[in-house]
């Protein structure tokens, strides 16, 4: 499984306690500039990485004067709105001096759910990643309401990691790992070094959280870890108050790691090949060869189309010889219609407007490849 020297592509979540003093509402600027260190040793090297963070409630709350009071909904909202910025301006302060473009990307619970915002949210965070920008994600605490909202940025992590393919979460907390009870609560708990797989009697170990400012504690965090393991990305959880905590971890800081299931890819082709196709797209020989060598289909190859589906549903693809396999559609079945058997370059001319370049990426299809031979 990836370990930070190995992965390639790093999801890390920093909470609002280690990011925000509690007592005076102030940024921990020092924090932030180590933590920047850190990410740029894992940019240097090559893999992707994406920050997961909060604080925004905590920064705006102290900005408005709101005191440490529990808070209308409202309010938070408010708080959020103003602190967003501020926390977003943070991150690109201390990330510039290293050559680093940050993007922010605030995300709510449906750009998931959906497939379609979920295909958009993946493409999006692809992009940035592809042009070696460090996206900093967060919930939008601005229009989330109580029943929408992750209300923990643990879940939303993993959700992240998932669907940007990430092969480790790193989880920065006020603990150094999952213990065999809440260990504020019970000074002979232990804790775990790997965990290989999230049983009941894991489960029931888990308590709430300790700190005023989280809301997550370890029962999220291992619904995170559900999430990530079974979607093929490692996790860990690991003390983040320290300066430069993701260094500190490399060097073997105490820790918790829970195993990846399989590897993203796999997991990701088994989750589409599982899926209710909605439509059908027929394609020609020269597609097929293409589509076993793992490449995206484009509207070039594509003779046929069956079905009613909406953009980002699933569609079996179907060969002369008969089903290829399954994939997540870029277009409406009246879009792909219209743009089906042309050239790359005759796509924003049929449409009207500029479209993507693939009918399914070969990222969202789950077809057998080829077996190479000599
Ligand atoms: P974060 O800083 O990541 O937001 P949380 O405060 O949400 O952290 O969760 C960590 C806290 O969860 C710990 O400080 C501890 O008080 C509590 N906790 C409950 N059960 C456990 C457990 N089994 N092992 C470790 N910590 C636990």
Sequence with gaps: MATLTTARRIVVKIGSALLVDRRSGQLRVDWLHALAQDVAM???????VLLVSSGSIALGRSVLGLGNSDLALEQSQAAAAVGQIRLARAYEEALAPHDITTAQVLVTLEDSADRRRYLNTRATLGTLLGMNVVPIVNENDTVATDEIRYGDNDRLAAQIAVTVGADLLVLLSDIDGFYSANPS???????????????????AMAGDAGSGLSKGGMKTKLMAAHMAMT???GMVITEGSPNRPLSLLEQGA??????????????RKRWIGAMKPRGEVYVDAGA???LRRGTSLLPAGVTRLGGD???GDPVSIIGPGGPLGLGLIRYTAEEAGRIRGCHSSEIEE?????????????????????????
């Design 231 to 233: 979607g093929g990305c």
């Design 185 to 203: 609560q019970d000074p002979s708990a232990r804790r775990f070094d790997v965990i290989d797989r999230i049983t009941p009697e894991i489960e």
């Design 254 to 267: 105490n820790a918790t790691w829970f195993t990846a299931q399989e590897d993203p890819q796999l997991a």
């Design 350 to 374: 049929r449409l009207g407007y500029p479209g993507r370049a693939a009918l399914i990426h070969r990222d969202d299809m789950a077809v057998s490849l080829a077996v190479e031979t000599g």
């Design 309 to 311: 589906f909406g953009r």
């Design 288 to 290: 097929e060869r293409a």
């Design 42 to 48: 894992l940019r240097a090297r090559g893999a992707d």
